[in-house]
């Protein structure tokens, strides 16, 4: 399709430039800018589709023009270990203490098991403690889920860089887990600019609910690879260390991710 489009292109300005050439007309020329531009347009859909370097240029432009516009996220943990019964209570003593923690933090309530906290003015997050009799690992689990925030694609990479990942990389120094995992969802107020990659080729009537599961070994020298799951308006990335967790949030929401890498990715369900 897009040697096809390229071939009529060629044909369509030659021509268009030798009537023009001879028989010059207002209303002539406008009807030649028109076709010409859908025309052109529609090659580039089609290249962009075809070549995935080409596609993320066109989106990063796009991403740069919209650097307004609103994303909503949620990000989590979770650590497995042994822990103290204490724990939850020595979690909050940890965050008040400034000389240890350096964000500025407001507790909403705490339980034994159980607590709410405001970080940094902007973060809500709720860290669980189960017991390793109630654990499914056998072991004792943390469980840190954040509440829904409102991120601009112009901020994202600060809010991952200054925030997000300095808080969990604190959190994961102050329980120190013997085996981790951090999740990150992101959702888009109109579409994933990566759905399109992975449904280009298929039929409206075909996409729906359709999911894409990549497994990047590329991110980390783990035996259980990162993962991201790509649907219409969703992203969500499963890591196993705040390295890879930092790499993939930026290069799949400010489309940075090296096309190798995608490449070599390997499709799951």
Same mark, same amino acid.
Request: net charge neutral; hydrophobic share 45%; glycine share 6%.
């Given at each position: 399709?897009?040697?096809?489009?390229?071939?009529?292109?060629?044909?369509?300005?030659?021509?268009?430039?030798?009537?023009?050439?001879?028989?010059?007309?207002?209303?002539?020329?406008?009807?030649?800018?028109?076709?010409?531009?859908?025309?052109?347009?529609?090659?580039?859909?089609?290249?962009?589709?075809?070549?995935?370097?080409?596609?993320?240029?066109?989106?990063?432009?796009?991403?740069?023009?919209? @650097?307004? #516009?609103?994303?909503?996220?949620?990000?989590?943990?979770?650590?497995?270990?042994? %822990? =103290?019964?204490?724990?939850? !209570?020595?979690?909050?003593?940890?965050?008040?203490?400034?000389?240890?923690?350096?964000?500025?933090?407001?507790?909403?309530y705490v339980k034994d098991r159980e607590v709410q906290a405001e970080i940094d003015k902007t973060l809500t997050l709720k860290v669980g403690f189960d017991p390793a009799s109630l654990s499914a690992s056998g072991q004792g689990h943390i469980s840190i889920l954040s509440k829904s925030l409102e991120v601009s694609?112009?901020?994202?990479?600060?809010?991952?860089?200054?925030?997000?990942?300095?808080?969990?990389?604190?959190?994961?120094?102050?329980?120190?887990?013997? @085996?981790? #995992?951090?999740?990150?969802?992101?959702?888009?107020?109109?579409?994933?600019?990566? %759905? =399109?990659?992975?449904?280009? !080729?298929?039929?409206?009537?075909?996409?729906?609910?359709?999911?894409?599961?990549?497994?990047?070994?590329?991110?980390?020298?783990?035996?259980?690879?990162?993962?991201?799951?790509?649907?219409?308006?969703?992203?969500?990335?499963?890591?196993?260390?705040?390295?890879?967790?930092?790499?993939?949030?930026?290069?799949?929401?400010?489309?940075?991710?090296?096309?190798?890498?995608?490449?070599?990715?390997?499709?799951?369900?």
């Amino acid at each position: 399709m897009t040697i096809i489009l390229g071939i009529l292109l060629f044909v369509f300005v030659a021509t268009a430039s030798y009537s023009l050439y001879a028989h010059f007309a207002i209303p002539f020329f406008v009807s030649q800018l028109a076709g010409f531009t859908g025309l052109t347009f529609a090659f580039l859909k089609a290249l962009s589709n075809s070549n995935l370097r080409l596609y993320f240029w066109f989106q990063r432009l796009r991403i740069w023009w919209l @650097s307004d #516009s609103v994303t909503r996220w949620w990000f989590g943990a979770g650590f497995d270990g042994e %822990f =103290a019964p204490t724990i939850i !209570h020595d979690l909050v003593d940890f965050l008040q203490d400034r000389k240890r923690f350096r964000f500025p933090v407001k507790i909403d309530y705490v339980k034994d098991r159980e607590v709410q906290a405001e970080i940094d003015k902007t973060l809500t997050l709720k860290v669980g403690f189960d017991p390793a009799s109630l654990s499914a690992s056998g072991q004792g689990h943390i469980s840190i889920l954040s509440k829904s925030l409102e991120v601009s694609y112009g901020h994202a990479r600060k809010k991952i860089e200054t925030q997000i990942v300095p808080v969990i990389l604190a959190l994961r120094g102050f329980f120190r887990p013997e @085996s981790a #995992s951090y999740d990150l969802n992101v959702d888009f107020p109109d579409r994933n600019p990566f %759905f =399109a990659v992975y449904v280009a !080729h298929l039929k409206p009537e075909q996409i729906g609910d359709f999911r894409v599961l990549l497994h990047l070994d590329a991110y980390s020298h783990s035996p259980r690879p990162e993962s991201v799951e790509i649907s219409r308006q969703n992203l969500h990335v499963t890591a196993l260390s705040t390295d890879s967790f930092k790499q993939l949030a930026l290069d799949f929401i400010l489309l940075s991710a090296d096309t190798k890498m995608l490449s070599g990715a390997r499709l799951g369900g």
